[in-house]
């Protein structure tokens, strides 16, 4: 159907955005989990099956997991894990889990010894596939996440059907429409005005992970001939880094204090589109393995001198004012990176600002809320360092 407005447009794309911690209202037949950035949706589309990044959800408790795992690993994969534990994600036909994170790995342990045992918990649970695919940059590792993808392959023909190299080149084509026309929404986030909300920005990139990519194409365009004529949005320009942001929460805490996020460089939102897989290869599955395996650096898998430069190249293009790192305490890899983050920023003369919080639950993150707003205040009155 016609998509006549912003808003419209935007109303789509939170609705799907929503999918990633609520997809039940999707058929079930087909829908496969994403845990983790790594999985490649390329290689589900052409296995004529429907991939869904599942995330955290902040606001809920975590019995269940905490019964499990007691207090081990951050809140981000504990909620997501409470999530499957309680059948809160639906009747899902497959979950991949990829090794993003070392508390992922912890997860698949835990739920295939759940299953295991017979453990009820485990009552509910799909066919689960671990996906370990590596970033270091060899030869060897080149063919080992080959490999991997192969079998990731083989394991999703058997629930859809088997991919072509045909059908996957298509899907290659229309995840790299969605990719390009992100890099134009950037542009409305800076750094000549910001005609977006940070917060929204979020949700549209984020509904890629979920929505059909012809369907999402559409949608975005939209969204984008609207914010051709959209006013600018006033405030002081925020760049955000530290832990992966899966909910809008610091965006809220951010906009409140009346600043405008022009950027991030987590996987939810900028890193999550920033390179294209190669078109047109005699081996798709090959340029699959170039896309994943030399995606743009995360704290967990990638120097702190790499993060570094990231960062700040990407704060300096949206003409960020100041970065904002909120990282939770048990999240320990992005903490490593704020000192070089630090020193990098500051040689272009951007503040940033580092909050840690007690863990994932909403109200921990928005104990950082009073830091949030006193840094932008600071920088509104030109006084941040």
């Given amino acids: 159907m016609p998509i006549d407005s912003v808003a419209a447009a935007m109303e789509r794309l939170q609705s799907h955005y929503s ?20 999985v490649p949706r390329e290689l589900i589309l052409a296995c004529g099956l429907r991939p869904v990044r599942l995330a955290g959800n902040p606001a809920r408790p975590t019995p269940h997991t905490d019964k499990v795992m007691g207090g081990m690993g951050d809140g981000e994969t504990r909620s997501r894990m409470e999530h499957l534990l309680s059948g809160e994600f639906g009747a899902l036909s497959g979950l991949v889990i990829s090794h993003d994170v070392e508390d992922q790995v912890r997860m ?25 695919l590596l970033h270091m940059k060899y030869r060897t590792t080149w063919l080992y996440n080959r490999d991997r993808i192969a079998r990731l392959a083989d394991w ?43 917060s929204d920005a979020l949700a549209a990139i984020g509904a890629s992970f979920s929505m ?12 984008l001939e609207g914010l051709e004529t959209a006013p600018a949005i006033p405030g002081p320009r925020i ?11 610091v965006y809220e805490m951010i906009e409140h204090a009346e600043g405008v996020v ?36 995360a704290s967990a898998k990638f120097s702190t001198v790499a993060r570094a430069a990231y960062t700040a190249s990407h704060a300096k293009a949206t003409g960020a004012e100041a970065v904002i790192a909120v ?18 920023l500051a040689k272009a ?14 109200d921990q993150q928005r104990a950082a809320q009073p830091a949030i707003a006193e840094f932008i205040g600071q920088i509104r009155a030109g006084g941040a360092r």
């Fill in 327 to 344: 990282i939770r305490r048990s999240d320990d890899a992005p903490r490593w990176d704020i000192p070089a983050q630090r020193e990098v």
């Fill in 108 to 132: 698949f342990y835990a739920l295939q010894e759940l299953r295991r045992v017979g453990d009820p918990l485990a009552a509910s649970l799909p066919q689960i596939h671990f996906f370990d």
């Fill in 156 to 198: 999703l023909g058997g629930i859809g059907t088997p991919f072509s190299d045909e059908s996957l080149a298509h899907a290659i084509v229309e995840c790299n429409r969605s990719r390009t026309l992100l890099h134009r929404l950037r542009a409305y986030r800076g750094p000549a005005e910001t005609r977006i909300l940070g």
């Fill in 262 to 297: 022009v950027g991030e460089d987590h996987d939810w939102g900028d890193r999550g589109y920033d390179r294209l897989v190669g078109e047109g290869e005699e081996d798709p599955l090959g340029a699959l393995v170039d896309a994943y395996q030399f995606a743009p650096p």
């Fill in 349 to 362: 003369g951007i503040p940033l600002l580092l909050v840690e919080v007690d863990g994932y639950h909403e």
């Fill in 239 to 249: 760049f955000i880094t530290g832990s992966i942001n899966d909910s809008p929460l």
């Fill in 212 to 223: 059909p990519p012809v369907a999402y194409n559409q949608t975005l365009e939209a969204l």
């Fill in 19 to 38: 999918l990633r911690i609520d997809p039940r209202s999707l058929v079930p037949n087909g829908v496969i989990g994403c845990l983790g950035f790594d």
